[in-house]
T-cell receptor, first 110, second 113 residues
Framework: RKEVEQDPGPFNVPEGATVAFNCTYSNSASQSFFWYRQDCRKEPKLLMSVYSSGNEDGRFTAQLNRASQYISLLIRDSQPSDSATYLCVVNPNSGYALNFGKGTSLLVTP | DGGITQSPKYLFRKEGQNVTLSCEQNLNHDAMYWYRQDPGQGLRLIYYSQIVNDFQKGDIAEGYSVSREKKESFPLTVTSAQKNPTAFYLC????????????FGSGTRLTVV
C-alpha cells in the first residue's frame, strides 16, 4: 500500500492565526480524500471530505490537486479548541480500506 | 443513538496470553475495520471485512485473528504470536469508505504486563 505523507509539526500558533497543513499521496489512482481530527488519546473523527473543486466548512478549507497528488487544509482564525492532530486520509482504491497519514500536530495558544 | 462500541476501554495482557477485543456497531454498516495506533506511527490496518463471513488481512495482520459471523460484530483476537501488542486499537465501520469515510469506536488501550 502506498503512503500518505504529512509534516508532523508541531505547529504552534497564536489564537486568530491562519495555518495550513499539506499532505502528499503516492498512488495516483486514489479515489477519495479526507481530513480527520484526533484529540489526545481519543478516536479520530471525520473533519471534512476533500473534493476536486475544493470545499469549505466554516473556518476550514480543503483543496485537492490530483496532478501534483497534494491535499491541503487551511484553518482561518484558529481557536484554542482547534488544538489537535490532523490526519490526512486517502482511499487508495475503491473497496479497500482508508490509508492514514501520521498526522500533523497543532497547538493554538490564547 | 447509532454508533460503534469498543470494549474494554483498557486491557492488560500477560505474556503468552490471547485476548479478544470487542467491536459492535448498530449503524447497519457492511464494512468494518481494525487499526492499530502506536505513538508517532499513525494508524496501521490490521484486518478489514466488507461483508459478513468474509475478511481480508491488512498491512500488519501477523499475530492477530478476526471473525465476522454477524454484521454488527467484528471481534479482534490478539494472540501470543503478536510480540509487541501494546498499542491503541481502533475499530471502525463504514457504508462505503470511498464515499463517506469512517465512524470510529472510542478505542481499546492494550498493555502487556
Amino acid at each position: 500500500r502506498k503512503e500518505v505523507e504529512q509534516d508532523p509539526g508541531p505547529f504552534n500558533v497564536p489564537e486568530g492565526a491562519t495555518v495550513a497543513f499539506n499532505c502528499t499521496y503516492s498512488n495516483s489512482a486514489s479515489q477519495s480524500f479526507f481530513w480527520y481530527r484526533q484529540d489526545c488519546r481519543k478516536e479520530p473523527k471525520l473533519l471534512m471530505s476533500v473534493y476536486s473543486s475544493g470545499n469549505e466548512d466554516g473556518r476550514f478549507t480543503a483543496q485537492l490537486n490530483r496532478a501534483s497528488q497534494y491535499i491541503s487544509l487551511l484553518i482561518r482564525d484558529s481557536q484554542p479548541s482547534d488544538s489537535a492532530t490532523y490526519l490526512c486520509v486517502v482511499n487508495p482504491n475503491s473497496g479497500y480500506a482508508l490509508n492514514f497519514g501520521k498526522g500533523t500536530s497543532l497547538l493554538v495558544t490564547p | 443513538d447509532g454508533g460503534i462500541t469498543q470494549s474494554p476501554k483498557y486491557l492488560f495482557r500477560k505474556e503468552g496470553q490471547n485476548v479478544t477485543l470487542s467491536c459492535e456497531q448498530n449503524l447497519n454498516h457492511d464494512a468494518m475495520y481494525w487499526y492499530r495506533q502506536d505513538p508517532g506511527q499513525g494508524l496501521r490496518l490490521i484486518y478489514y471485512s466488507q461483508i459478513v463471513n468474509d475478511f481480508q488481512k491488512g498491512d500488519i495482520a501477523e499475530g492477530y485473528s478476526v471473525s465476522r459471523e454477524k454484521k454488527e460484530s467484528f471481534p479482534l483476537t490478539v494472540t501470543s504470536a503478536q510480540k509487541n501488542p501494546t498499542a491503541f486499537y481502533l475499530c471502525a465501520s463504514s457504508i462505503d469508505a470511498a464515499l463517506g469515510g469512517y465512524t470510529f469506536g472510542s478505542g481499546t488501550r492494550l498493555t502487556v504486563v
